[in-house]
Nanobody
């Protein structure tokens, strides 16, 4: 069993900052990629940022220069520092991880957290 649990969401004023964290736990062998997605009401889920096991990253254009993703491989955690927040950043933020488990180290699967709400007031 693998679980991803997010924390750190909340309500913040425009221009403010929030830090989101996600911890992956369970029968984990190796995590290739960890990332954050978000889904606003009435919209499709969209990529925010990814970070690979070598530390390389990619970001959605809408958050470049404002958000920073980081990762602690030893603790199976990923963080998202969101700065200069805008009302349009309001969404449920989901963590995901592409990983293999101890019971099947040759197969990678994508796992998702339950999401954490981020609300940015104007």
């Amino acid at each position: 069993q693998v679980q991803l649990v997010e924390s750190g969401g909340g309500l913040v004023q425009a221009g403010g900052s929030l830090g989101l964290s996600c911890v992956a736990s369970g029968n984990i062998f190796n995590i290739n990629v960890m990332g954050w997605y978000r889904q606003a009401p009435g919209k499709q889920r969209e990529l925010v940022a990814h970070i690979f096991s070598d530390g390389s990253t990619n970001y959605a254009d809408s958050v470049k220069g404002r958000f920073a993703i980081s990762r602690d491989n030893a603790k199976n955690t990923v963080h998202l520092q969101a700065n200069s927040l805008k009302p349009e950043d309001t969404a449920v933020y989901y963590c995901n991880a592409l990983l293999s488990t101890l019971s099947d180290a040759r197969t990678t699967r994508l796992y998702w957290g339950q999401g954490t709400q981020v609300t940015v007031s104007s």
